[in-house]
């Protein structure tokens, strides 16, 4: 789409709603974007000649005789290396102070790769976490949340990982954060000395809400733009999609769409998987890897967010305080990564898928044990074996500050098998057992 | 001449087109946005205005684009050549598209149109045809490709000509027929039919009986399919559906997989896409990727052709199976479809039904089941397509619209279970809640007695009476204590562990064990219900769970290993000596040996 040479202006608004106001107008193109009293909005419906736009900040103030100007293209972003090291708001400018970007101007929310371009992702991501690196391995090219309840530490953990990660470029999306949050964000990054490969683009608290729903698509243009033309392994931070989802419902009431699940609108599947969906590895080496927050409300993983969540993306972690150990650990029974199969036991050791289900499976005894004797019923030797092991392996393995190599992750597995467990009741694959197996000979 | 038309309104992926011709309900028509052709579909008409599904975005459309309307509905292209492709919703070629991105207004063609094949007749001159009869075959990768009279061909017709065995491309004639008023019509070696509309070149429908064999335990030996049957996998996200599904998919004994990935995620498509065409296919030996078709679709795709692409994939399996192929159609997931329903219906404001899904949601989905089946040809062939659907419930609710709508339409029932995935039990079929309805049949209890062993049926049911017995011990040991019921809840709940860990968990990822077939399958049944039948003997609750871990542990050493061979006999015996131990039956540990 070219930028016309001259700009179309209109000035008599039919009617104005909170969020959208229509204007009688010709030969204006879907989604383009337009300024409407010197704030930013986009087309959303075409019938005829009224045209009606979305004002991202909002319609107070407004008069039915403001100046509405066609920009007569959609919304874009300038690319190019000068946005590393910068923060942007929701429309891509500048934030921080620094001068404007001279780049190429691209469409935001561009076209899907082609599913058959696209490559098997196959590189491990380290974090030295080893609930994440021995239990839900991530991998370049996936996409995963956090689901965790507003009190956990999620941001904390999600910037650990992407400051472990070694990616060449990280964006940061951040979408109704707090302003303190940013801050933080902000400070760690420098303090880092990382911030010449951070781009961010914020929408905190006190921006427009509905502002929110260009975040994620300004991140991930800046992504692409990374990961294809300079083949950049890219990190993609987005948090947090619950506060994505809740602008898209604001918006979807606004233009009387009919709710479907928890207020949510029909197409929240389609809006989430356009946004998840350009996680990719790419042909000729470069990735766009994202790592989302989704905040639940007390847990419930039910609701249509996380729900919905839960089928776009490879996997989820959850965050759980484990009151035996004093310690946040990445909870082994609901973390899933789904690409983990496709490094595990190939990019690690070969006995790493064995030893992380025996662990998990040992794990999930210790928690029936936990049951029982909360139940007042008496334990089995073996049932108070379980609940040894379960408070070392949370210690020494799935704890948050852990920071070790996967083989060393490995290594500990085997050496509490061994010091807890018989052969029988480990029951690996006989191979593996003569391998490594560190217990009694029995 | 065609009708054209106006845009003149426009929300998301909802166009109204101001027409000044005739159009029909679901014609495809093409809007010209600077060059750019982009594919729409007729979704609802008053008075002039056509309203239009775009399958791409509409980014950047106006008012006053011009409209040119097809007369047809929406069509797919059928013949030689299909096997092996990786189409998208609407059956254009992925691998013929060049960028890296999909370009809007990209349509690519479903076959190759200069590819020679080497053509078989199978009629003469004179011979009577009528829709769906073979008149000649190619070979298309390792299966016959029949050429078949269209399906479009009404009543019956005489073969004036039909050309001598050679090469011949999708478009050559290759026969000239004569109906019964003397009309004569060229007849190439390709058709099209629209894909909303149900093949039905062939003679009956009965019903199917026939096993089909998947190499998953949980689904052969609990809860079977059949050749031409139904059924739907509804669960939780992380419940291994995906994974299931691509078990089934590598190892059914089906003649051709159709794989419809259906707003799921691109990189499960990229694992087939990598891994099919390295896999081998036991049957034939080539590799897995000749005997598949993809239809992709993922949720990043533009809506529309979500919906088109399970018919898209229905419609090939329909064609294929008029050649007497057995055909199985995976999609997942098909409440990706019922979303993108949801959402034209939502643009649209139709007044919805429950969760805002369409009114008549139920009964798309019965109809859309009621294409797979068991078929008996006109020329006495027999074909099938087994359909298998994923639905991914809401909240893991199994009370959402979708799954209750498709559970009055399938005849098998799959049911992923939370509780059995987080304790890391895959596939984490549960073996209560499942069901299949063909193990009612007569015919497939007859069946079975024939093929497998006579009064298979029953060992199955005596399977899974074992298996709720257990669950019901195990239930009761919860409430009570370990102490506090008797020993036998502890040997009856520890027999049910027993087939839960050698039949019904099974390892996807393992070379031997991702698939077994009926035979092995029977050898193991037999030897579990033998021990489950055994009467041991235990002092106290303590002995019997670690006895029985192990016997499963030996058990599931056995299925690690090739069925019969030296390790496997090896781990047999070692299993008899420990059985040997607590056994108090007369009857003698041979009896569950391999011979």
Known sequence: MKTKAFQKIYTHIENITKATCMVEAEGITNEEMAIVDGRPAQVVKIVGKKITLQIFPGTQGIATDAEVVFLGRPPTLKVGNELKGRFFNAYGDPIDGGPAIEGEEVEIGGPSVNPVRRKQPSELIATGIA??????????????????????????????VALRAQADVIILGGMGMSNDDYLYYKMLFDNAGALDHIIAFINTTDNPPVERLLVPDMALTAAEYFAVNQKAKVLCLLTDM????????????????????????????????????????????????????????????????????????????????????????????????????????KKTRS????????????????????????????LTEYDRRTLDFAKEYSRELLAIDI???????????????????????????????????????? | MSTKGKVVGIVANLVTIEVDGPVAQNEICYIDLGGVKLMAEVIKITGK??????????????VGCEAEFTGHLLEVTLGPGMLSKNYDGLQNDLNKMESVFLRRGEYTPALDKDTKWRLVPLIKAGATVRAGDWIGKVKEGWIDHKIMVPFDYAGTATVKSVVAEGDYTINDTIAVVTDNDGNERNLTMTMRWPVKVEVKAHKNKPRPFKILETGQRTIDTLNPIVEGGTGFIPGPF????????????????????????????????????????????????????????????????????????????MTIAEYYRTMGLKVL???????????????????????????????????????????????????????????????????????????????????CFYALSQNRSDSKRYPAVDPIDSYSKYLEYPEVIEYLDKTVEPGWADKIMQLKDALLRGKEAHDQINILGDDGVPLEYHVTFNKSELIDFVILQQDAFDKVDASTPLKRQQYMVNKLLTICGNQFSFDNFEEVGGYFKKMINLLKQMNFKEFLCDDFKGLDRELDELLAQRMVNEQEPQAVTAS
């Open chain 1, 131 to 160: 609930g994440i690196d021995l239990n839900n391995t991530l991998v370049t090219g996936q996409k995963i949340p956090f689901f965790a309840d507003p009190d956990q530490p999620f941001n904390q953990v999600m910037a650990t």
């Open chain 1, 242 to 345: 619950t506060l994505f989802a809740d602008a898209l419902s604001i918006v979807s009431n606004r233009m009387d769409q009919i709710p479907s699940k928890d207020s949510m609108p029909g197409s929240l599947y389609s809006d989430l998987a356009k946004v998840y969906e350009k996680a990719a590895q790419y042909p000729d080496g470069g990735s766009i890897t994202i790592i989302a927050v989704t905040t639940l409300s007390g847990g419930d993983i039910t609701h249509a967010v996380p729900d919905n969540t839960g089928y776009i993306t490879e996997g989820q972690l959850y965050l759980r305080r484990d009151t035996e150990i004093a310690k946040v650990i990445i909870d082994p029974f609901r973390s899933l990564s789904r690409l983990k199969q496709l490094v595990i036991g």
């Open chain 1, 351 to 378: 006995d790493h898928p064995q030893v992380m289900n025996t662990a998990v499976r040992l794990y999930a005894d210790a928690a029936n044990a936990r049951t029982k004797l909360e139940n007042g019923f008496d």
């Open chain 1, 403 to 442: 920071n070790i190599e996967i083989d060393k992750m490995l290594d500990t597995g085997w050496q509490l098998f061994g010091k807890y467990f018989s052969k029988d009741e480990v029951s690996i694959k006989k191979e593996f057992m003569d391998k490594y197996w560190v217990g009694t000979a029995s």
């Open chain 2, 49 to 62: 205005n056509a309203f239009v599904q775009v399958f791409e975005s509409t980014r950047g459309l106006h």
């Open chain 2, 238 to 313: 992380g419940c291994g559906k995906t994974v299931l599904q691509h078990a089934l998919s590598k190892y059914a004994e089906s003649d051709l997989i159709i794989v419809v990935a259906c707003g799921e995620r691109a990189n499960e498509v990229v694992e087939i896409f990598t891994e099919f065409p390295e896999l081998d296919d036991p049957r034939t030996g080539r590799k897995l990727m000749e005997r598949t078709i993809i239809i992709c679709n993922t949720s990043n795709m533009p809506v529309a052709a979500r919906e088109a692409s399970v018919y898209t994939g």
């Open chain 2, 329 to 411: 159609l995976l999609a997942d997931s098909t409440s990706r479809w019922a979303q993108a329903l949801r959402e034209m219906s939502n643009r649209m404001e139709e007044l919805p039904g429950p969760d805002a899904f369409p009114m008549d949601l139920s009964a798309i989905v019965a109809n859309f089941y009621s294409r797979a089946g068991f078929v008996n040809l006109n020329n006495g062939e027999t074909g099938s397509i087994t359909f298998i659907g994923t639905v991914s419930p809401a909240g893991g609710n199994l009370k959402e619209p979708v799954t209750e709508s498709t559970k009055k339409a399938a005849r």
